[in-house]
C-alpha cells in the first residue's frame, strides 16, 4: 500500500498585502480572511473534497520575507493574488509573486492549457501601471476577477464586502462562485485526489465567443458567462485582450476560430481604441465575428438595449451599421430588450447547435433546399392591408409560387408561432408597405435578421419591401439596406418585381 507523502501537495496560495486583511469594524473578520472562508467553502462543493488552502498567517506588514514561503511553492497548484494599491508596491508581495512563477515555470509551467496558474483578484483597482515593481508586467497578461464597481455617474470605487448591504453581499458571492468555477476547472485539469477523475467540462460543452465589454456592462457579462460555465460550456476571451491593434485583432480571431457562437452585447459606450488601430475593441471584435459568419458560418448573438444613448457619433454610428449592415447578418441575431433573452437564446442556439447533424433530414424534409421544388414566398403584411396585398398574392401564385401570408385569427401565440416558422423555412421574404406605419416596416425587418435564432439555417437572401398603394411622401422616400426597395403601383409591374423573383429562384437553387 503506497504511503501518503509527508508534504501533501498545496491547491493554492493566498498571496496578499496585510493592510488589506485589517477590518474596518472592530471585531469582525477582515477582507482576506473572509474571503479565504467563503473560497474554501465554495470550493468544497464544487470539488467534493477539501482544497488545502494557505496563506502567511504570521507575518505582519514590516516582517522580513520567510524563506519557507518560497520553498513551499514547489508544492503548489496555484496563488491568487489579492490586488490592491498596497499590494503592487509592497516589495514582499512582488518578490512573492516572482518567486511563484520561477517555481511554476519548474514544475509543469506557468499555464494549464490555455489557463494561467496565477489568478489576479482585484480587491482594489490600480491607477496605471507606474510603479508597482514586475507585478504589473505580469498582471497585464492574466485575467482578474474584479471585486468592485465603478459608479459611472461619479466615478466612486465600491468594494464588494458582506458588510456593506444586501447588493453588496450579493455581488461579492457572485464574484467567489466565478472564481470557484475557474479555479475548479485549473485543477481538474491539474489532476491529483478525487478531482482528477472529473472532467473539466462535460461531454456536450461547447465553445462560446463572449465578446468583452465596456464598463457598463460588466455586471450582465459576468452573469451571462457564469450561466455558461455551469453547464458546462468553455467561454472564451479566457484573458485580457491587448490594448495593441494587431496583437488584439490576431488573438481575437484565433478564438473566433474556436468558438461555435459568439455574444456580443452593446451598452451606451464606444470604448477604449487600441493602440495602432481606428476601431474600438466593441466594435473590432464584432467586425471580426462577422467576417467569420461570413466565411465559416460562426452564428452571433447581438445585444443592444432599447434606450440605446450612445455617447459618440463613433458609436451611433457603429449602432446604425449593426442594424442595416448586411455582412455576417446571415447567421445573426438581433436583440433588442431584456438581456435575459441573449442568455435564453444562447442556451437554446447551443442546443441546437449539438443537434444540428441529426435534425438535418427533418430540415431537407420542410423545404430548405432544392431537393422539394416549391419556392415558397413569406408576404408579410399588416392586418390593415389584408384585402390590400391580395391582387400580389394571387399574381405570385399564378407566376408559380407557393404563397404564406400571416394568419390573423387565432391565438397570438399560434401567430407568432406561425410568422417565425415562415422566416425559417421560406426562400423568399416580401414586406407590403399599405397602411401600416414606417415603424411597422422596421419591426419587419428586424424580423429578418432575427431569423437565425428562430433555427433558420441558411441565409435569407432574397427580401424586399414592396411599397404599395396609398402613395404619401413618407413612403415615397422609404430606404433601407436591410432589404431591396419595390416601389409598386396600384397595378403590378412584373418587371419591378423580377429582381426579387430572380433572387427567389436563386436561393431555392434554380431559376425564377
Known amino acids: 500500500?503506497?504511503?501518503?507523502?509527508?508534504?501533501?501537495?498545496?491547491?493554492?496560495?493566498?498571496?496578499?498585502?496585510?493592510?488589506?486583511?485589517?477590518?474596518?469594524t472592530e471585531g469582525q473578520k477582515g477582507w482576506i480572511s473572509q474571503f479565504h472562508r467563503t473560497l474554501e467553502i465554495r470550493l468544497r462543493q464544487l470539488l467534493g473534497e477539501n482544497p488545502r488552502i494557505w496563506r502567511d498567517m504570521k507575518l505582519s506588514g514590516t516582517d522580513i520575507f520567510d524563506e519557507k514561503i518560497v520553498n513551499a511553492f514547489g508544492n503548489t497548484r496555484l496563488m491568487i493574488s489579492i490586488v490592491s494599491p498596497r499590494y503592487v508596491n509592497s516589495e514582499w508581495c512582488n518578490r512573492e509573486l516572482n518567486e511563484f512563477c520561477d517555481k511554476a515555470e519548474n514544475s509543469g509551467g506557468i499555464r494549464v492549457g490555455e489557463k494561467a496558474r496565477i489568478i489576479k483578484v482585484v480587491k482594489t483597482p490600480v491607477e496605471g501601471d507606474a510603479g508597482g515593481g514586475s507585478a504589473h508586467n505580469i498582471f497585464n497578461s492574466l485575467l482578474g476577477f474584479e471585486f468592485f464597481d465603478v459608479d459611472p455617474e461619479?466615478?466612486?470605487?465600491?468594494?464588494?464586502?458582506?458588510?456593506?448591504?444586501?447588493?453588496?453581499?450579493?455581488?461579492?458571492?457572485?464574484?467567489?462562485?466565478?472564481?470557484?468555477?475557474?479555479?475548479?476547472?485549473?485543477?481538474?485539469?491539474?489532476?491529483?485526489?478525487?478531482?482528477?477523475?472529473t472532467p473539466a467540462v462535460n461531454d456536450a460543452g461547447r465553445v462560446v465567443y463572449l465578446a468583452d465589454v465596456t464598463s457598463d456592462l460588466k455586471g450582465e457579462r459576468d452573469r451571462i458567462r457564469r450561466e455558461?460555465?455551469?453547464?458546462?460550456?468553455?467561454?472564451?476571451?479566457?484573458?485580457?485582450l491587448p490594448l495593441e491593434a494587431d496583437e488584439a485583432r490576431e488573438l481575437i480571431s484565433d478564438f473566433l476560430g474556436k468558438s461555435h457562437l459568439a455574444i456580443h452585447l452593446i451598452g451606451n459606450r464606444y470604448g477604449i481604441v487600441p493602440e495602432g488601430g481606428d476601431l474600438s475593441l466593441v466594435e473590432l471584435q464584432s467586425t471580426l465575428s462577422a467576417k467569420k459568419g461570413e466565411q465559416d458560418g460562426l452564428h452571433r448573438l447581438i445585444w443592444m438595449a432599447t434606450d440605446n444613448d450612445p455617447d459618440s457619433d463613433r458609436h451611433a454610428t457603429f449602432?446604425?451599421?449593426?442594424?442595416?449592415?448586411?455582412?455576417?447578418?446571415?447567421?445573426?441575431?438581433?436583440?433588442?430588450g431584456q438581456i435575459e433573452e441573449v442568455k435564453n437564446q444562447a442556451i437554446k442556439r447551443l442546443v441546437v447547435e449539438e443537434k444540428s447533424t441529426e435534425a438535418e433530414p427533418e430540415t431537407l424534409a420542410l423545404g430548405q433546399?432544392?431537393?422539394?421544388?416549391?419556392?415558397?414566398?413569406?408576404?408579410i403584411c399588416d392586418q390593415q392591408d389584408e384585402e390590400a396585398v391580395e391582387?400580389?398574392?394571387?399574381?405570385?401564385?399564378?407566376?408559380?409560387?407557393?404563397?404564406?401570408?400571416?394568419?390573423?385569427?387565432?391565438?397570438?401565440?399560434?401567430?407568432?408561432?406561425?410568422h417565425q416558422d415562415n422566416l425559417k423555412f421560406c426562400d423568399g421574404v416580401l414586406i407590403f408597405f399599405g397602411?401600416?406605419?414606417?415603424?411597422?416596416?422596421?419591426?419587419?425587418?428586424?424580423?429578418?435578421?432575427?431569423?437565425?435564432?428562430y433555427g433558420r439555417t441558411k441565409p435569407l437572401t432574397a427580401k424586399a419591401v414592396y411599397v404599395g398603394p396609398p402613395d404619401n411622401r413618407r413612403k415615397s422616400r422609404f430606404r433601407t439596406r436591410t432589404a431591396d426597395v419595390i416601389l409598386g403601383g396600384e397595378s403590378i409591374n412584373?418587371?419591378?418585381?423580377?429582381?426579387?423573383?430572380?433572387?427567389?429562384?436563386?436561393?431555392?437553387?434554380?431559376?425564377?
Open 1 to 24: 500500500m503506497t504511503q501518503p507523502s509527508t508534504e501533501p501537495l498545496n491547491d493554492i496560495f493566498i498571496s496578499y498585502a496585510h493592510v488589506d486583511n485589517e477590518s474596518l
Open 154 to 197: 461619479t466615478g466612486r470605487v465600491r468594494e464588494y464586502n458582506e458588510e456593506f448591504g444586501h447588493e453588496a453581499k450579493r455581488n461579492y458571492l457572485e464574484r467567489v462562485y466565478d472564481l470557484a468555477h475557474e479555479i475548479t476547472g485549473i485543477l481538474k485539469e491539474m489532476g491529483g485526489g478525487q478531482a482528477a477523475h
Open 228 to 240: 455558461l460555465l455551469e453547464r458546462g460550456h468553455t467561454v472564451l476571451p479566457d484573458r485580457p
Open 319 to 336: 449602432i446604425q451599421a449593426l442594424q442595416n449592415s448586411s455582412e455576417g447578418m446571415a447567421t445573426t441575431e438581433l436583440l433588442v
Open 369 to 379: 433546399t432544392e431537393e422539394d421544388g416549391e419556392k415558397r414566398i413569406y408576404l
Open 391 to 418: 391582387s400580389l398574392e394571387d399574381y405570385l401564385y399564378d407566376q408559380g409560387y407557393e404563397v404564406k401570408i400571416p394568419q390573423f385569427d387565432g391565438d397570438e401565440d399560434a401567430f407568432v408561432q406561425a
Open 435 to 453: 397602411e401600416a406605419s414606417g415603424q411597422w416596416v422596421e419591426m419587419k425587418l428586424m424580423d429578418l435578421l432575427k431569423a437565425p435564432g
Open 494 to 512: 412584373p418587371d419591378m418585381l423580377r429582381p426579387f423573383l430572380d433572387k427567389v429562384g436563386q436561393a431555392k437553387g434554380g431559376t425564377a
